[in-house]
């Protein structure tokens, strides 16, 4: 296994629809195994392919990183979604930055494993999210291609703040 350099915005890589997996062999697995081990280097809850220079059509995600479970998922689709919900997003290839995208609030998602055997999972919130922004990726998408702005680390922490600063103002009641 390996660590892998993560290409960043601009990189044309990015940009390109990946080809469909049709090997599954030793060279797929090595490239699993080193996506597993460059997100979790990275502190990401997902990474893929194109991500790393490779156009496949392969994704990694955690889906809930309390578990520290990452799923593989090779030639994924997205077979039904509910919902929408407007959530703060980053991207290890936009190191930094991050923007509000609206995203289904639970999807189900087809693809094969590493043996190229069929399977269906699903899930909801952060996974949901994860599901769909990795994909994007596998059609040479990003997500600030969703966003009206892009917000810096430091912008985030003070709307994070202001948020926990209201908490306490929402819950009380006036005195009449």
């Known amino acids: 296994m390996a660590i892998r350099t993560i290409l960043t915005q601009g990189d044309p890589a990015l940009t390109k629809r990946c080809h469909t997996v049709t090997r599954f062999d030793g060279k797929l ?51 039904a979604q509910e919902g929408e919900e407007d959530g703060l997003e980053g991207c290890l290839s936009i190191p930094g930055m991050w923007g509000y995208v609206k995203r289904p609030t639970w999807v189900k998602v087809r693809a094969q494993d590493r043996d190229g055997n069929w399977f269906e999972t699903e899930g909801s919130g ?7 922004h990795e994909l994007e990726h596998l059609e ?37």
């Open 140 to 176: 040479g998408h990003t997500y600030d291609e969703h966003v009206d702005r892009l917000y810096t680390a430091e912008e985030v922490d003070a709307m994070m703040e202001e948020e926990e600063q209201e908490k306490p103002k929402r819950g009380r009641r006036r005195k009449r």
């Open 29 to 79: 697995a090595d490239l699993l195994d080193d996506l597993k081990e460059t997100l979790a280097e990275a502190g990401g809850v997902g990474l893929a392919a194109p991500q790393v220079g490779i156009i496949r059509r392969a994704v990694i995600v955690m889906p809930d990183p309390e578990k520290d479970e990452m799923i593989e998922l090779i030639n994924p689709e997205i077979l």
């Open 126 to 132: 952060l996974a949901a999210r994860c599901f769909c």
